[in-house]
Each structure stands twice: as structure tokens, then as C-alpha cells.
């Protein structure tokens, strides 16, 4: 879930409690406390669904080891063990300079034998762009259901698409949630490279900074923005040249590429058009991006498919959801970090003022930021 849409997100379930034990045994009467709760408020109907997040949940709580005494042990792989040591440097410093809640959280590790810890099931109508929300306590209203089965989240993926939906599953490898378990390095995030591992571990700290519920852009930019500048602070304190990551510009170009087409099919879907002629023109839109797509590959980038396989695979409306959440407002935390640079603790001041507003007065002053007012 981006562009690295969806590399990392929020769990299912992202607001269980947790204990400060660094295994899960302590916690596991307050995740069933919690799941009754959730069985409670809503109904028989989706028993099924909570019980697969219940179990997925307690299988990475169970999974967990601490990472330090797995460093001290000769008999563990060398290159884990290196890899675990720097995410537990880069945990360190996002307490320490970052002002990051300092926890048990990335202090753990799980290998979960799976190339993701979650699938994560976005759904749209035939001719909206609307995502198919769902709501949980807490947490708040989300454009996705998660999965910690691939094939469970194929399933329900099915029974959309014979309601005529369109639908699209994308793997998560990291997620936060959000303070209230102490969250583990996963073996999904060692396929990064260093930076971006220490990046991705920023990035879900920000999330238990500070949560807004039923806004998903503002959480997101927010801790997009962290992990970028706690990036530039973490090359900085290792003698490193402040650079702009390789793939930020075509992961820019394409976003914006993936934007456009977004906003054509929103104009496409509010003419009153015979179904049939919608659908001709969606798909005639889809190629449209595809074209452009290998167009900006040949004529800027060299010939390079950094997204070749995205745009071969099948586009839909839910396909284009991910896409721009990460980044809407990051332009906005950048003018708010700009008047006070190097002041976390007036910064996140500063942004859980704007968490607090209504969300149309937040949306207001997020776009004045932006412009750099």
C-alpha cells in the first residue's frame, strides 16, 4: 500500500491494548477482550472476518523475540543479525532525536515465514471511485479490509466482483498498531535496503505519535513527512550527504500519472452515459494510462520499468485507491516544520492541533499550509 502504495498501513484491527511484556502472553486476554467487544458491537454476520484478525493478530504476538539477546547469539545468520542491529540503531535515534515514542515497539523481532503480514482488499463500485469503507472503534473508517490470509482476502475478493464491484488486493509488509501492542520488525521489512527499513520504522513510530480517525491522508502525509525528514537526520548523524531517494522522482511522475487518470474517470462517471458506452470508455481510459505510462518510461526514464508490472496487471477503479495518500498533505507538515525547524516536540504540537480540528476546518488549513501560508 506506494509508489510505494502499499508497502506499509494499519492492520485490520489497529486499536487492540497491549502489555509491556516483550511476548505476547500477557496481551492475549486483552486482544480477546477486545475481540469480544468487536463480535459485540457488530454482529454474527461478521464473525468469520474477526476471528481470521484475531488469529492473524496472536500469530505475530506469538512470533516475537527480542532483538538483543538474538544479536548476542553466534548460532543466529550473520546477515539477520546485522541487518536487526541497524533497526534497532534507527530505533534508537527516533526516540532520541526525532522525539518518536519510546517503547518496546521495533525493540522485537517476527519472522513470519510469508512475504506479507497482511492483504489488504480495496473495493469500489463499477463506475465510482469511491473505496467501500469500513469502521472499527477507534481506529476509525478505513478503505480496506485486511487479511492476514492471501487467499482468505482472494476469497472475499471474489464474492465482490459477483456483486459486480471491482476489487484489488495489495500485500502490506509492515503496519502499526498504533501503541497498542509493541509492534515487531517483521522478516517482510528486511527486503528493504537499510535506509529504507530505518525509513518504514519512522514512519509506523509516527503513526503512534499521533492517529487521527476516519482521515487517512492526514495520517498518512504526516508520517510520510516524518520518515522523510527523520531519513535526512538519520544520514546526517552517520556522516552522510543529505540525497533524495533514487526512485523519487519516478515515484512522483508516476503518482501524478495515476492521478490524472483518477480524475478522468471521475469526470467520466458523472456524465449520464448508457452503461455499456461507461464501460467502453473506463477501459478505453485504463489503455490511455497504460500508453502514457510506457511513453514516460521511454522518452524520461530511460527505458526503465520501475512500474511495469503494476501497469501490466489488472486496472480497475480499486487499483487507483492507494495511490496520492501518502503524500496529499506533506507539503503542508513541511511549511509547519519550516517555521521552527528542529523543534519535534513544537511539531507535533503544532500537528495534533490540526488533528483536533473538524475535519473540513482541518482540510481548510491544511491546503492554506500547503500553499505555504
Not at 49 to 77: C, F, T, W
Not at 348 to 361: F, I, K, N, S
Request: glycine letters at 6%.
Amino acid at each position: 500500500m506506494q509508489s510505494r502504495p502499499m508497502s506499509h498501513g494499519k492492520p485490520p484491527l489497529s486499536w487492540w491494548a497491549s502489555s509491556v511484556d516483550s511476548r505476547c502472553w500477557c496481551e492475549v486476554p486483552l486482544l480477546a477482550a477486545a475481540a469480544l467487544l468487536v463480535l459485540l458491537l457488530s454482529g454474527c454476520s461478521t464473525l468469520d472476518y474477526y476471528g481470521q484478525v484475531v488469529r492473524g493478530q496472536l500469530h505475530v504476538l506469538q512470533a516475537r523475540e527480542p532483538i538483543a539477546p538474538l544479536l548476542a547469539d553466534p548460532a543466529r545468520d550473520p546477515l539477520l543479525r546485522q541487518r536487526l542491529a541497524l533497526a534497532l540503531q534507527a530505533r534508537s535515534f527516533a526516540s532520541a532525536q526525532l522525539g518518536l515514542p519510546d517503547n518496546r515497539s521495533y525493540r522485537l523481532y517476527a519472522d513470519l515465514q510469508r512475504p506479507f503480514v497482511v492483504w489488504n482488499l480495496f473495493a469500489t463500485a463499477e463506475f465510482s471511485l469511491a473505496p467501500q469503507t469500513h469502521c472499527f472503534p477507534i481506529a476509525g473508517c478505513v478503505a480496506y479490509r485486511g487479511f492476514y490470509q492471501q487467499g482468505r482476502a482472494r476469497g472475499a475478493a471474489a464474492l465482490l466482483q459477483q456483486q459486480g464491484l471491482d476489487t484489488y488486493i495489495g500485500g502490506v509488509a509492515a503496519y502499526s498498531t498504533l501503541g497498542w501492542f509493541a509492534d515487531p520488525v517483521l522478516n517482510t521489512m528486511l527486503r528493504w535496503d537499510d535506509e529504507q527499513l530505518a525509513a518504514v520504522i519512522f514512519h509506523e513510530l509516527a503513526h503512534q505519535q499521533l492517529y487521527v480517525a476516519d482521515d487517512t491522508a492526514f495520517n498518512e502525509s504526516f508520517a510520510t513527512f516524518v520518515e522523510r525528514e527523520g531519513v535526512r537526520q538519520w544520514r546526517a548523524a552517520r556522516g552522510l550527504p543529505a540525497v533524495e531517494p533514487p526512485d523519487a522522482q519516478y515515484r512522483a511522475q508516476f503518482t501524478a500519472l495515476v492521478l490524472a487518470s483518477r480524475a478522468r474517470l471521475e469526470r467520466l462517471y458523472a456524465r449520464d452515459l448508457p452503461a455499456d458506452a461507461m464501460r467502453v470508455a473506463k477501459q478505453a481510459e485504463f489503455e490511455r494510462l497504460r500508453q502514457e505510462y510506457r511513453a514516460l518510461r521511454e522518452q524520461q526514464w530511460a527505458g526503465v520499468g520501475h512500474y511495469d508490472r503494476w501497469i501490466s496487471g489488472p486496472l480497475n477503479n480499486a487499483t487507483l485507491l492507494p495511490f496520492g495518500l501518502y503524500d496529499k498533505w506533506v507539503p503542508a507538515f513541511a511549511t509547519l516544520w519550516r517555521q521552527r525547524p528542529g523543534d519535534w516536540p513544537r511539531f507535533y504540537r503544532r500537528v495534533t492541533a490540526l488533528g483536533d480540528l473538524p475535519a473540513v476546518a482541518r482540510s481548510q488549513a491544511l491546503e492554506e499550509l500547503s500553499r505555504g501560508g
